[in-house]
């Protein structure tokens, strides 16, 4: 069976400050992808980054890292230097590379940015 | 079309009507999938659809819950004799193929069953 755990339902810090929003993942699959997805109040869901499970180099964009790590079965997301921009609700997913599967989300953890 | 474009964006219906869902997919994603989303929640998965295989039904939570999509295009959510329980936003999204490809999801339907 596949899960997603995001184990920190929210998170409230202050601008300027880096927050990291945790994901751990079960998957009995070899090949397997990981998903962020941003889902700020207006309600829709913005793709973040996809990770194939072959590519464990951590990845950076902008103030957005990522931080795969198989061995934990963890795939991490740090917000570096905050914004009250940033304030939504954060999904981590997996989806495996079999046919006939979908997206697997986790319960989201909801990161308030204060001024 | 360029995103994935659902109505009605909000709909109140009494307890006891059946309500329908419309979804139109990115043109050309031969995938397309179906989520409820209840206030504070996750997203919980009830159907997915692709090409012309038969669609994985195992999300749909009671035979009240029903859905279709023509060849790769329009699909529709339908929800009969709606409960309160049922009130929810209810997404769509769509992919190209399966794998690694994420998903693009649509703005929801806003249900409210009174």
């Known amino acids: 069976a596949q899960k997603v755990t995001q184990a920190q339902t929210e998170i409230s810090v202050v601008e300027k400050e880096d927050v990291t929003l945790d994901c751990v993942y079960e998957t009995r699959d070899t090949t397997y992808y990981l998903f962020w997805y941003k889902q700020p109040p207006s309600g829709e869901l913005v793709f973040l980054i996809r990770r194939n499970s072959f590519d464990e180099q951590n990845e950076i964009s902008g103030r957005y890292s990522w931080n795969f790590q198989k061995s934990t079965s963890s795939f991490n997301f740090t917000i570096t230097a905050s914004q009250v921009v940033d304030s939504a609700v954060y999904f981590c997913a997996l989806r495996s590379n079999q046919a006939g599967t979908a997206l697997i989300f986790g319960k989201g953890t909801t990161l308030s940015v204060s001024s | 079309g360029a995103g994935v474009s659902q109505s009605p964006s909000n709909k109140v219906t009494e307890k006891g009507k059946d309500v329908e869902l419309r979804c139109d997919p990115i043109s050309g994603h031969t995938a397309l999938y179906w989520y409820r989303q209840r206030l504070g929640q996750g997203l919980e998965f009830l159907i997915y659809?692709?090409?012309?295989?038969?669609?994985?039904k195992s999300g749909l939570p009671s035979d009240r819950f029903s859905a279709e999509r023509t060849g790769e295009s329009v699909s529709t959510l339908t929800i009969q004799r709606t409960q309160q329980e049922d009130s929810a936003v209810y997404l769509c999204?769509?992919?190209?193929?399966?794998?690694?490809?994420?998903?693009?999801f649509g703005s929801g339907t806003r249900l409210t069953v009174v």
């Open positions: 999204a769509s992919s190209l193929l399966l794998g690694g490809y994420g998903y693009t």
């Open positions: 659809f692709q090409g012309n295989s038969a669609p994985d």
